[in-house]
T-cell receptor, first 110, second 114 residues
Framework: GQQLNQSPQSMFIQEGEDVSMNCTSS?????WLWYKQDPGEGPVLLIA?????ELTSNGRLTAQFGITRKDSFLNISASIPSDVGIYFCAGQDYGQNFVFGPGTRLSVLP | EAGVAQSPRYKIIEKRQSVAFWCNPISGHATLYWYQQILGQGPKLLIQFQNNGVVDDSQLPKDRFSAERLKGVDSTLKIQPAKLEDSAVYLC????????????FGPGTRLTVL
């Protein structure tokens, strides 16, 4: 089946730093969703992207739908301690099939 | 607007026993999803309903897993009999439809099979 790759797998950053992570696929997608998951909770939707090249912001978060339709990027500016968690990308292809990436684990050091 | 509700939050059973999970989606959401999330991995789609019809169940182990959404609202996922490898968090999500399909997740049910 389809697979998404996320990088990095994990990252440790200092509070106040900016963060970049990405998600890639060998297949073309028509939707990219970015989620954050805290321990013991379900994933929470951060940003949804529906068009190639689309750039969308949600507070300190910015995500982009790659022009090739095979990748997406998430940036977090001026990180704070509550940004700690696991960030998942999810893509939907033209056959309406959904797949999640393995996640990027973010740790923020004070 | 109330979120996706799931119960129970935790369940511990022995292998070969049966278990059922319940999900109530956000009001008005036509599409409902069940995911399995094994520790350290991303969610894996088990089954997707559009109203009370199945859209995708290609990754559902049908010899032991079953799911239904009889009235197009709430849904149950059953495992019978459970295996050790079924230990995971079972997440339910819903979305308005299949076009603008932002999925909203419930808190999940953590299943431990001993």
């Amino acid at each position: 089946g389809q697979q998404l790759n996320q990088s990095p797998q994990s990252m440790f950053i200092q509070e106040g730093e900016d963060v970049s992570m990405n998600c890639t696929s060998s297949s073309i997608f028509n939707t990219w969703l970015w989620y954050k998951q805290d321990p013991g909770e379900g994933p929470v939707l951060l940003i949804a992207l529906y068009k190639a090249g689309e750039l969308t912001s949600n507070g300190r978060l910015t995500a982009q739908f790659g022009i090739t339709r095979k990748d997406s990027f998430l940036n977090i500016s001026a990180s704070i301690p509550s940004d700690v968690g696991i960030y998942f990308c999810a893509g939907q292809d033209y056959g309406q099939n959904f797949v999640f990436g393995p996640g990027t684990r973010l740790s923020v050091l004070p | 607007e109330a979120g996706v509700a799931q119960s129970p939050r935790y369940k511990i059973i022995e292998k070969r026993q049966s278990v059922a999970f319940w999900c109530n989606p956000i009001s008005g959401h036509a599409t409902l999803y069940w995911y399995q999330q094994i520790l350290g991995q991303g969610p894996k789609l088990l089954i997707q309903f559009q109203n009370n019809g199945v859209v995708d169940d290609s990754q559902l182990p049908k010899d032991r897993f079953s799911a239904e959404r009889l009235k197009g609202v709430d849904s149950t996922l059953k495992i019978q009999p459970a295996k050790l490898e079924d230990s995971a968090v079972y997440l339910c999500a819903s979305s308005r439809g299949q076009v603008y399909n932002e999925q909203f997740f419930g808190p999940g049910t953590r299943l431990t099979v001993l």
